[in-house]
């Protein structure tokens, strides 16, 4: 698997553990009923808003139908006394006030209706709440025994997280005397078979070495030639695709790369990854700063806001051979 691939593994396990961490069922079960009591008592608001409303209406249907009687009335006597135009008149009135009632009775049934409903779900509400109250101081109890146990187990067996660690040093600690093992044999075999005296001042390591310096030349020359270019003109950033290549900078903000980086960040990644088995430090350090600013020159920063999940996950520039070992070493050992 890549360096990058690993990385990004490492990242999102440790993300994992920490949520595993903070997550306590007892606490999610207060939370819950917590919620349950706060929904009955907005039923409750809300039944006592209708009620209000109904009460409301009512009372003013009450004294439309007064002012109904009392027109109704004034037209009689006015009609008992000859005064016909009197009559009319008050007539008229009661008939306005007797449509406003009219209006009223459907509004008031409409409430009682609603009231009823919400009386009706407050009261399956309230039976949940009741029944949850007990549930839910069941099940802590029982989260509570089952994570007791599960520690005195891991105590008398030797699976606690401390013994796990223990286990894990050990396989590592046979590991390495297993490779140091083979080591020893190679050598001893190259030195018998005289592999070893033919090598002279032209070998492997001089040769590296003059690739090193060489490819520090050209790097400081790379470097001069950006800089004199970024006086006279611009850099003009290659467009990019809506396809391109999400990457964070292990400590540094997220970039999008153009879908044709890909090659380029393939290629840096095998040289960091033989860097790191080779145990270079000085080649880990000049990748790492080699890989920032190919990221910083052909990507585009992402705002902070833009909380998209990131394609791979880059060593920092100042990020070292031991701390990038240490990480890669997590993420194998996760589990």
């Known amino acids: 698997m890549s360096v990058f691939r690993r990385l990004s593994m490492v990242f999102q396990q440790k993300a994992n553990r920490v949520l595993d961490r903070a997550e306590n069922p007892g606490e999610a079960l207060d939370l819950s009923y917590e919620k349950m009591l706060e929904n009955l008592q907005t039923v409750r608001r809300s039944i006592a808003d209708v009620l209000t409303s109904q009460k409301r ?23 008992e006394q000859g005064q016909d135009d009197i009559a009319r008149t008050a007539l008229s009135r009661a008939q306005l006030v007797r449509v406003q009632i009219d209006g009223l009775d459907p509004q008031i049934e409409q409430l009682r209706q609603q009231e009823q409903q919400l009386e009706a779900m407050g009261e399956k509400l309230r039976a949940k709440v009741e029944s949850f109250r007990g549930q839910r101081e ?3 109890a029982q989260y509570s025994a089952a994570k007791a146990s599960t520690q005195a187990m891991e105590g008398v067996t030797g699976l606690s997280e401390q013994m796990a660690d223990v286990s894990l040093m050990i396989d590592r600690a046979q590991g390495k005397i297993a490779d140091m093992k083979a080591r020893a044999a190679a050598v001893g075999q190259l030195a018998e078979s005289g592999t070893l005296d033919a090598l002279g001042p032209g070998d492997d390591l001089e040769a590296r070495l003059r690739i090193s310096s060489a490819e520090s030349a050209v790097d ?5 030639m950006k800089k004199e270019l ?3 003109a611009p850099v003009e950033r290659p ?14 903000e997220q970039y999008r790369l153009p879908a044709n980086a890909r090659s380029a960040l393939e290629g840096l990644d095998e040289d960091l990854a033989r860097a790191i088995e ?7 350090a000049r990748l790492t700063r080699r890989l920032a600013t190919f990221v910083h020159d052909m990507g585009e920063r992402l705002p902070r806001d833009d909380v998209r999940g990131s394609d791979l996950i880059l060593p920092s520039a100042d990020m070292s051979l031991a701390d990038a070992k240490k990480l890669l070493a997590e993420g194998g050992s996760a589990g």
């Open 230 to 232: 970024a006086i006279d």
């Open 138 to 140: 069941t099940m802590k």
């Open 57 to 79: 209406l009512e009372a003013q249907r009450d004294t439309l139908q007064k002012q109904f009687e009392t027109l109704q009335g004034h037209a009689r006597l006015a009609v």
């Open 278 to 284: 080779r145990d270079n430090a000085e080649d880990f």
């Open 239 to 252: 467009r990019l695709e809506a396809g391109g290549i999400i990457v964070r900078i292990a400590g540094d």
């Open 220 to 224: 400081r020359q790379l470097l001069e």
